[in-house]
């Protein structure tokens, strides 16, 4: 009895499962007619086409991530109802019509089929392309991040693939307070002119105003400021004419590769800037384009008082005081010519040296940012116009705008550390620590002797990249502001010793700046003083700090 009970038991399953399987195939039939795998698979495929095109678009704009996490839950919440929509509805020559299952034979027309497989295919070949384009990327990649696992002074030091120059400061043949000032503003001019030139990198003017009013030796200062080249020459300014003698020199082979005497007219001294430029790329023997050389020529002031009042307001140094008197002779040249980019450049440049440790909105922060609108309106490829531009965009949230301010600049010069070194910052400014760091290292390997660069270090510790934010400050002059980023990363570290040994360094030094602060707070901390620590906490937020 029990036997046939089991055994009829079996016949219900057997029949239960053959009308499921029956029912299954009729459902998967039912999906093949309405194209739901193939609408599904096109759908799979659109979107992991979608994500890749994004994924390169966003990160060439340094978009924020949550544009493209939004666009991923987007994504997947749209296939189940892409899958209902084509269940439900078929895409006729005559527009959207609800398919209806007892209609089998005109389920889903031809068209529709032909346009998935079209699609379909479509779809792959595009995704081919992306695979290879992101193969490339990540080869390209992985070479750099060779970059990333090399110390800072393995940066600084790698082998450059282009040359490398510095043009010192002209020494005055007969030093007057009267002509003094036309030795490091004539290199200026010529410095400024080379930074178009994207087969040479050359040294900005803050890096040899230290060897102004100096007799020195080429092959020392060269290897000092590791270059390749070394433009140097005396000159003598004898009633309207400027007579200026120039040479360039090899510095490994020590070899003078020419001597000049070059002779113009004071009130022509700004065609110096393209008549040296001329020299110096035939004796280096470096590649141009004409572009290049119409940007070095771009720049050419209208009235000979205007131009004098303008280079005198270079030689003044980048102190408070400087900075007013370079303000008053710039606001004198731009009264006699309006048209002169440079000026407007030099004087927004001055008028955010004043601003930067005040509010981004004061008067004078306010005129910095409309001077240097003002002459990139005279010229829209001023190097110098466009990075100030980009750090006041950067201090005031407009992280776009400076972003593609500082990419015009390498679009001009690919080779400009500085402007690698201002993206490295803007990326540092939001956040993004590892782009900042993969620029900024760029920076030191094609300029590691700018003083400004040495900054790197606050974004290593922010990065929680320690042992190179230590590293890193040796590549540098000693300071305060060195020693006390070096003792924090020690902190981090667990190297509380070491730390205080740091934290006294800066104190000894510079005892009444906010890096001593900082450092005693942390000391305090250290050794076991929370109020004490907290004490300096509050001294400090009477400094006003600027990241930079």
């Keep these: 009895m029990a036997a046939k009970q089991n055994s009829g038991f079996r016949v219900i399953c057997n029949s239960v499962l053959r009308k499921n399987l029956v029912n299954l195939k009729k459902y998967i039939a039912e999906l093949k007619k309405r194209h739901v795998f193939k609408a599904g698979l096109a759908y799979l495929i659109g979107a992991w086409v979608l994500t890749e095109v994004s994924a390169l678009v966003l990160d060439t704009f340094a978009v924020p991530p949550y544009v493209m996490k939004t666009i991923?839950?987007?994504?997947?919440?749209?296939?189940?109802?892409?899958?209902?929509?084509?269940?439900?509805?078929?895409?006729?020559?005559?527009?959207?019509?609800?398919?209806?299952?007892?209609?089998?034979?005109?389920?889903?027309?031809?068209?529709?089929?032909?346009?998935l497989n079209r699609t379909i295919i479509g779809l792959l070949s595009i995704a081919v392309v992306l695979l290879v384009v992101n193969q490339l990327r990540i080869s390209t990649n992985n070479s750099e991040n060779k970059a990333g696992n090399?110390?800072?002074?393995?940066?600084?030091?790698?082998?450059?693939?282009?040359?490398?120059?510095?043009?010192?400061?002209?020494?005055?043949?007969?030093?007057?307070?009267?002509?003094?000032?036309?030795?490091?503003?004539?290199?200026?001019?010529?410095?400024?002119?080379?930074?178009?030139?994207?087969?040479?990198?050359v040294r900005p003017s803050a890096s040899i105003r230290q060897y102004e009013h100096q007799r020195i030796d080429p092959k020392t200062v060269g290897e000092e400021l590791q270059v390749d080249y070394i433009l140097i020459g005396?000159?003598?300014?004898?009633?309207?004419?400027?007579?200026?003698?120039?040479?360039?020199?090899?510095?490994?082979?020590?070899?003078?590769?020419?001597?000049?005497?070059?002779?113009?007219?004071?009130?022509?001294?700004?065609?110096?800037?393209?008549?040296?430029?001329?020299?110096?790329?035939?004796?280096?023997?470096?590649?141009?384009?004409?572009?290049?050389?119409?940007?070095?020529?771009?720049?050419?002031?209208?009235?000979?008082?205007?131009?004098?009042?303008?280079?005198?307001?270079?030689?003044y140094t980048y102190t408070n005081e400087g900075d007013q008197l370079a303000i008053k002779m710039l606001e004198k040249s731009i009264e006699l010519d309006s048209t002169y980019a440079p000026a407007y450049y030099h004087l927004g440049d001055r008028l955010h040296r004043n601003a930067i440790y005040g509010s981004p909105n004061s008067e004078e922060a306010l005129r910095s940012e409309n001077a240097l609108l003002k002459a990139?309106?005279?010229?829209?490829?001023?190097?110098?116009?466009?990075?100030?531009?980009?750090?006041?965009?950067?201090?005031?949230?407009?992280?776009m705008e400076a972003v593609e301010l500082t990419k015009q600049i390498l679009e001009i010069n690919p080779n400009s550390a500085e402007a690698h070194f201002s993206l490295g910052y803007i990326y540092r400014y939001t956040g993004m620590n590892d782009e900042a760091i993969h620029e900024m290292e760029k920076?030191?390997?094609?300029?590691?002797?700018?003083?400004?660069?040495?900054?790197?270090?606050?974004?290593?510790?922010?990065?929680?990249?320690?042992?190179?934010?230590?590293?890193a400050g040796r590549l540098f002059e000693e300071s305060a502001f060195i020693f006390e980023i070096q003792g924090l990363a020690l902190f981090k570290l667990g190297k509380n010793t070491e730390a205080v040994e740091y934290f006294n360094r800066v104190i000894k030094l510079d005892p009444d700046t906010g890096e001593a602060t900082v450092s005693s707070s942390t000391k305090a901390f250290i050794e076991g003083n929370p109020e004490e620590a907290l004490s300096y906490a509050i001294q400090f937020e009477q400094f006003q700090i600027a990241d930079a």
Excluded: C
């Design 150 to 201: 090399r110390t800072p002074d393995e940066i600084a030091t790698a082998e450059k693939p282009i040359e490398l120059i510095a043009v010192l400061p002209f020494f005055n043949s007969k030093s007057d307070p009267e002509t003094d000032y036309l030795g490091f503003a004539m290199a200026d001019q010529i410095i400024g002119g080379l930074v178009y030139l994207q087969n040479m990198v």
């Design 443 to 471: 920076a030191i390997a094609l300029d590691s002797k700018n003083r400004v660069f040495r900054t790197i270090i606050i974004t290593y510790l922010f990065a929680g990249e320690y042992e190179k934010a230590i590293e």
């Design 376 to 399: 990139l309106s005279l010229n829209s490829e001023h190097m110098g116009a466009l990075g100030n531009l980009a750090m006041r965009y950067t201090e005031t949230d407009r992280i």
């Design 234 to 315: 005396n000159y003598l300014k004898e009633d309207n004419v400027i007579r200026l003698n120039v040479e360039l020199i090899h510095v490994h082979s020590n070899e003078i590769i020419w001597r000049k005497p070059l002779q113009v007219d004071f009130q022509s001294a700004f065609e110096l800037q393209d008549i040296v430029a001329k020299e110096v790329i035939a004796g280096m023997n470096v590649q141009f384009t004409q572009k290049e050389l119409s940007r070095i020529r771009k720049n050419i002031p209208h009235d000979p008082l205007a131009y004098e009042y303008f280079l005198r307001s270079i030689s």
């Design 72 to 115: 991923l839950i987007v994504l997947v919440i749209g296939f189940p109802i892409w899958l209902i929509f084509s269940w439900v509805y078929d895409l006729t020559p005559e527009g959207i019509k609800k398919t209806h299952k007892s209609d089998p034979d005109t389920l889903k027309s031809p068209v529709i089929n032909h346009r």
